[in-house]
């Protein structure tokens, strides 16, 4: 059972609102086979290494049967394991492994499209009357030839592919080889929720739900407007505003439904958990809470929150968003923050390695569940990946444009041996060069590295009510420092960030009484008394409270 001792604020029911979520991205974690790709046994070798992280929760990428035109996002069977990552045997062994650990094991659910490959399509593409016909987006060309409208691919190009043999084109909001499930259609809906319940009875406690904005398309399919922001040269899909192919009308009642299929498998013991992929702004993206008049929250548990990977780096700006954020959520919603994903640069690529500690400490002292990318304990940066070697179809299709995935999917180094102890074969993707010195084994032994740093804060943060259930009380810092204090009963962590090139004075206003350095960034003054001239020196974090409180 999930409970830590001496910390009464948390429970098992919810651990999905104090623990920890670790992203998995499977190819690139641990190769079991040689074969170059990370996979399920892998993955279950690794398990130790996080328990003494001390995260809670793992996501893992798509581990379904796919031809991997987007890795995995393109699934052709939603209830199997793709033999690349291992068995459905495999799976069960892991979930059981992670479950005698307390390691909770969250899935990715892909609803918005299946691959061209999936029976489903298979059917519905043999014929305009096959019975799964509606089951995808299907429409006449425009009146003069051409795609019904302007809509476009995520991915380049437009969101439309002609099917000669049917005469008409199918709806995508990727590849042409992910086409759209139609989820008007309560045939799709009740499959996919039969999707949710196959997972849920083999034990997983709950699921990432990928780009759940984008499951609804208008109904009369009109043209998207302009975008009028839009930069020529950037990523053409951003030409045009998604007004009529996300956060429609209706998303709130299928986001009700998915979650009420989650909490038929949810007890006293353990909930199931939804997360919910979702770039969307504010506003709207509370909307995802699902919360009633009466105060119930009827929606995802978790809507990802994903304003500090798009942030400019400035203590100011992040304060306006914490305050702003805070001020949004529902009563009794769960927040939550994230400094990266398979998706998008690293943190320590986009902030640089002191800037990429200060980063840890705010993500891991926040209100609300963190989630880690993997690697990024160790500081991993994004791995140049040479024109010959691009694996990611986005890169592929929209060359030079900066819009590649591959770099931020580079394997996990674990020691300095060779290929990194990833694989014993050749990795699918190159591995960071510095892993020499950038690897698990050799962090491990080095007390003051950016992995002792997530170990350190992990570890106060399950401790401290205060840290993971306490409430968020925004102070003023001053020019370049991020101030916040976390206060549980009795107990009163303050947290000051130096985003800035200078020393500064820590005012004496800020500091609790008698305060004792509970982390610093650079794991160099963790246990001392802050002193009589205290100092936050140039890009340093510190996790103050009042020495007699602690521990
Ligand atoms: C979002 C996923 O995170 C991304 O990796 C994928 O390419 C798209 N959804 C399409 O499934
Ligand atoms: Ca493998």
């Not at 790709?37 to 995260?55: C, E, H, M, N, S």
């Not at 307390?102 to 399509?121: A, C, E, M, Q, Y």
């Not at 196959?198 to 499951?215: A, I, N, P, S």
Request: include cysteine.
């Amino acid at each position: 059972m999930w409970k830590h001792e001496g910390n009464s604020a948390m429970s098992a029911d919810d651990w999905w609102r104090y623990g920890t979520v670790y992203q998995i991205y499977p190819r690139s974690f641990q190769d079991s086979n040689g074969d170059g790709i990370g996979d399920l046994p892998g993955i279950a070798r690794r398990l130790d290494y996080l328990v003494t992280l001390g995260v809670d929760a793992l996501w893992i990428s798509p581990i379904y049967p796919s031809p991997m035109a987007d890795f995995g996002y393109d699934i052709s069977d939603y209830c199997d394991i793709d033999w690349r990552f291992g068995s459905l045997a495999d799976f069960d062994a892991l979930v059981a492994d992670a479950k005698s650990r307390g390691l909770k094991l969250i899935l990715d659910f892909v609803p918005n499209h299946t691959s061209d490959r999936h029976p489903w399509f298979i059917e519905s593409r043999s014929a305009r009357g096959s019975a799964k016909r509606d089951w995808y987006l299907w429409r006449d060309p425009a009146p003069g030839g051409g795609p019904p409208n302007n809509w476009l691919g995520n991915f380049g190009g437009p969101a439309w592919t002609f099917d000669e043999a049917t005469g008409q084109y199918y709806g995508h909001s990727f590849l042409p080889e992910q086409p759209d499930l139609n989820w008007r259609n309560p045939e799709v809906r009740a499959a996919m929720y039969e999707v949710l319940r196959f997972w849920l009875r083999r034990g997983v406690d709950g699921f990432r739900v990928d780009v759940l904005y984008h499951l609804l398309k208008d109904e009369t399919f009109r043209d998207n407007p302009p975008n009028p922001a839009f930069v020529a040269g950037g990523d053409p899909s951003h030409s045009l505003l998604p007004l009529y192919t996300t956060d429609l009308p209706g998303m709130q009642q299928v986001v009700r439904e998915m979650r009420g299929v989650v909490d038929e498998f949810s007890d006293g013991e353990s909930a199931r958990v939804l997360i919910g992929e979702l770039y969307l702004p504010l506003q709207r993206l509370m909307a995802y809470y699902g919360a009633t008049k009466s105060g119930l929250l009827h929606g995802v548990q978790l809507p990802f929150n994903f304003q500090l990977i798009s942030a400019d780096w400035q203590a100011a700006v992040i304060d306006r968003i914490v305050r702003d954020y805070e001020a949004a959520l529902p009563p009794g919603a769960a927040p939550n923050w994230v400094l990266g994903n398979h998706d998008k640069p690293r943190i320590a690529s986009r902030v640089g390695p002191a800037g990429a500690r200060v980063a840890a400490m705010l993500l891991l002292t926040l209100r609300g569940t963190p989630t880690l990318y993997y690697g990024d304990e160790l500081g991993m940066t994004d791995v140049p990946v040479a024109p010959d070697q691009v694996q990611d179809p986005l890169e592929r299709n929209l060359p030079g444009k900066g819009l590649g995935r591959d770099p931020q999917r580079s394997p996990m180094p674990w020691g300095d041996g060779a290929n990194a102890g990833f694989t014993d074969g050749k990795p699918w993707l190159p591995l960071m060069a510095e892993r020499a010195t950038c690897n698990v084994a050799s962090e491990a032994c080095d007390p003051r590295s950016m992995l002792a740093l997530y170990r350190h804060l992990l570890a106060l943060r399950r401790r401290d009510a205060a840290l993971n259930s306490g409430s968020y009380e925004a102070l003023t810092g001053g020019a370049n420092v991020l101030a916040y204090a976390r206060t549980h009963g009795a107990q009163r962590v303050v947290v000051l960030l130096n985003f800035g090139d200078d020393d500064v004075p820590i005012a004496q206003t800020l500091l609790p009484p008698d305060a004792v350095v509970l982390a610093s960034t650079g794991m160099d003054r963790n246990g001392s008394p802050i002193g009589a001239s205290p100092t936050l020196r140039a890009h340093e974090g510190l996790v103050l409270a009042t020495a007699a409180a602690t521990g």
